[in-house]
Each structure stands twice: as C-alpha cells, then as structure tokens.
C-alpha cells in the first residue's frame, strides 16, 4: 500500500489544502534531507523528512536560515526503518514556478512556489516495501539492506522530466512509470516498467527507458513505445549526446544508442 497518508483512493490524483509554515530554525533540527538543494531566487529547496512528516523547506542561500516550509504528507514508516529510502535521492525540478518535489514514499507533489502552497498530491502503491516478517524471523539479522540493494530489478534512481505541461515520473520505488499533467495533477498514462532500470528525457516528444537487455523510446504524450533496440546490459548511468544516448556495460566499453532511430553503435 501506499505510504503516505492520509491516502486517497489507490492511485488518485488529490489537490489539498496549504499547509505552509515560517517557523523558527529550530525547525530544521533533526530533518533527514532527501537530496540536493535546488536553486530558487534566494532560497534552496529540499525535501526533507522530519519524524513522519515529509516537507519541502525553503532554506536562505545567505545565512542558512529557514524561510519557509510546505509539508508535503505523512508517512507511515519510521525513516529508521524505512531502508529502501535511505539510498533514493530526490532531486526537485522547478519549471514555471512550480516545484516537483519526489519523495521516495509513494507520492509526487506538486508546490506552487509564488504562493507559495501544494498544489497537488499523486499518491502512488509502493512497490518496494518488504513483506512482512514472520515471528520465528524476527530475531534474525536485518536483510532488508541486502534486498534492495542497487543491483535489485528496479529503477535506480528517480526520473523527473517536465516538458510541455508534461510530467514524466519514474522512481525506485514503484514498478511503474507515470505521466501527468503539471498543473493539475491528472494522470495522463502509466504502464508496467517493462525492465526497465534508467530512463532520460529526449527532447519534448520521446522518453528513453533503459532495460536490462532493451532500451525503448516512448512517446511522452500517450507512453507508445516509438522504437526498440536490444542492448547488452548497463553497468550504470549514462548520458545524452547530440545524437543518442550513451552508457557504460558489463562486459566493458560503451554502447551509443541513436536516439532518432535506435540504431546501436559500440564505442571504444
């Protein structure tokens, strides 16, 4: 189930009302951020999570002092507990002065930055949460680590592209990737990861989803796939050239994928 609450239905776009505070610094005490700071005028942005609310604080570029915060939801783990978390980053992505803010626990928020105030929650199932442990388990050694590390069948980190009202969302912890639009939150398409591990933006049109064994453009409108190509399997992130999309493998060297036509060329 999802892990932020109060939920709506399964995989419901929710609009809530501001939750905003400008609080004293003591606030940032004990905050557990979730990733880089995001330039924003004056500011920088972070999620941050403190005990089991989950916040985007605005932080004074000169002095280190709390602007302002926006919470963002509640979680229903302890972040102690919640190891699947402890290795996702989650990077904002500002356009139009609005912030997207991915928390690696079951939600995308959506932040007007003028006001500033959440403008829409869309919560989503965890996929990574490990079952529950049995009684006669419960005294073994801690494994959930193991489990989930970065070798695990998954995305490997978070994907946030906003283009053209658009926004294209992969995280770690759901198997699915999702599209909505950026002002209001409606779920536009979703489909099932399809192995897939990395995904880059290309261009306003097309989204590169990086698998095991295949790399797939999609269509960023509908998430039709556009071409596939088979691939060897990436031994970590790549990057975007003029031309394609290049990455490392495991079996060494560098594989160039064309991202007009997805033509596979091996690099030295």
């Known amino acids: 189930s999802a892990a932020v609450v109060p939920a709506a239905a399964k995989g419901e776009r929710e609009s809530e009302p501001s939750r905003v505070t400008s609080a004293s610094d003591a606030e940032l005490n004990d905050v557990f951020f979730m990733g880089p700071p995001q330039p924003f005028r004056h500011w920088r942005l972070i999620v941050g999570q403190k005990e089991g609310t989950v916040s985007l604080f605005a932080i004074d570029a000169a002095d280190g002092s ?7 939801g509640r979680v229903l783990r302890a972040l102690q507990e919640d190891k699947p978390r402890h290795g996702t ?7 139009e002065g609005r912030a997207y803010c991915p928390t690696a626990a079951g939600s995308l928020a959506c932040v007007d930055l003028r006001t500033p105030r959440l403008l829409w929650v869309y919560r989503y ?3 990574d949460l490990p079952r529950a442990a049995r009684t006669e388990d419960r005294m073994r050694p801690d494994t959930t680590h ?6 695990r069948e998954r995305w490997h980190e978070v994907f946030l ?3 053209r009202g658009r926004v294209v969302f992969a995280s ?5 990737p999702f599209a ?3 002002r209001s939150g409606r779920l536009l398409w979703t489909h099932d990861r399809d192995r897939g591990l990395f995904a880059a933006g290309l261009g306003d049109e097309r989204v590169l989803v990086v698998g095991a064994n295949r790399a797939t453009a999609r269509a960023a409108d509908d998430g ?3 071409w596939t190509a088979n691939i060897e399997r990436p031994a970590g992130t790549g990057f975007l050239t003029e031309t394609g999309y290049v990455f490392p493998t495991e079996s060494g060297g560098l594989l160039h994928v064309r991202t007009d036509d997805g033509r596979v060329v091996r690099g030295k």
């Open 161 to 163: 592209n906003v283009r």
């Open 89 to 95: 980053a989650c990077p904002i992505t500002i356009d």
């Open 180 to 182: 909505f639009d950026a």
């Open 66 to 72: 709390l602007g302002w915060s926006v919470t963002l």
């Open 224 to 226: 039709r796939a556009v």
């Open 125 to 127: 199932p965890r996929d």
């Open 172 to 176: 770690p912890d759901s198997d699915r």
């Open 146 to 151: 193991a489990t989930h590390m970065p070798t």
